[in-house]
């Protein structure tokens, strides 16, 4: 999360390599403890780079599979330690990536044209 200058009221907002850092350290370990997890990727203003104060982080995160319904699995993650700015988080399988991809769903193109795959 942004943070609070010690001499001053202003906040500073993390750079895009601070977030890239953080984002890759986040995925790495993520990768590390849930064995499912295929890809870890961010997609959005970061990875175009034209972020800016108040901007989040879209991060999708592919799996093998996962028992939970598409709708309880972002929560499942924690998106707030190791990651400094906020996140957007999708989360699928394998099956439904290719399911999407096959059905040429707009935003699936945007992510794979764009993704910094990170893990």
């Known amino acids: ?10 906040l500073i907002w993390p750079n895009r390599d601070q977030v890239d850092n953080a ?3 986040w995925g790495v370990a993520l990768k590390q403890s849930r064995p499912a997890i295929v890809r870890v990727g961010y997609f959005g203003s970061y990875a175009r780079g034209n972020w800016g104060v108040g901007s989040d982080l879209d991060i999708v995160v592919i799996m093998t599979e996962c028992e939970l319904p598409p709708e309880r ?3 499942a993650f924690d ?6 700015v906020p996140v957007d ?4 399988t394998e099956a ?3 399911q999407l991809r096959a059905g040429r769903a707009s935003f699936v193109r945007v992510i794979e ?3 910094v795959w990170v893990a």
Do not use: C, D, F, K
Not at 79 to 84: K, Q, V
Not at 89 to 92: D, I, P, R, S, T
């Open 1 to 10: 999360m942004p943070v609070r200058s010690l001499n001053s009221p202003v």
């Open 23 to 25: 984002v890759r350290s």
């Open 73 to 75: 699995r972002g929560p």
């Open 79 to 84: 998106t707030i330690t190791g990651l400094p």
């Open 89 to 92: 988080l999708l989360v699928y």
């Open 96 to 98: 439904e990536w290719e």
């Open 113 to 115: 044209t764009e993704a």
